[in-house]
């Protein structure tokens, strides 16, 4: 294995780039596989609309407030950005959610899944009223794909420092430096 590497390194060291014209996993790949000799990897920003047809989807935390969970496709190598947008004026706070353990996104906002396998990983979006039918948000992201070279390349690395976490060994950490 070789010495820790930071991901921004490995990123700046490598072609990889945003495509504003994608905006899916499927989309994302044929790009990708059609520009392999070219590109080390690319960026797209995927969203999806939810809205309120029955409220009974709904959830209570312990102080009263309802909540939603949602589980994000598997859809890229890495996963960051990930934005709450009201459309209807509906306030709420995002947390997440591995394996039951919870994580705040000031804290923990990037996911590198070609270096730590999530198992249930969840976003749950707190609501600061009651919705109501025909409440309507956003969850946006930014996903990343590597070419088969690149993901292999950042696999040799035994450690990979990101700026919220350390990724050793198939496994994360929050990085609390």
Known sequence: MKDPIELYNFIKNNKIIHNHNIHSYKEGLAFL???????DGI??????????MNIDVLKLN?????????????????????KYESITNLDAKLIYYIDE???QPECFNEFLFVSAQYNNFKIRITF????????????????????????LLLETYDTI????NIYNGGMCKINYM
């Open 43 to 52: 960026t797209y920003y995927f969203t999806n609309q939810y809205s309120f």
């Open 161 to 164: 420092i990101t700026k919220y």
């Open 128 to 151: 600061m009223r009651k919705p109501q039918l025909d409440d309507t948000f956003k969850i946006n992201s930014r996903y990343w794909l590597f070419v088969r070279k690149a993901k």
């Open 101 to 103: 353990i919870e994580y």
């Open 33 to 39: 596989v059609q520009n392999q000799r070219t590109v």
């Open 62 to 82: 312990d102080i009263g407030q309802y909540y939603y969970e949602i589980t994000p496709e598997s859809i890229g190598d890495m996963i960051d950005e990930i």
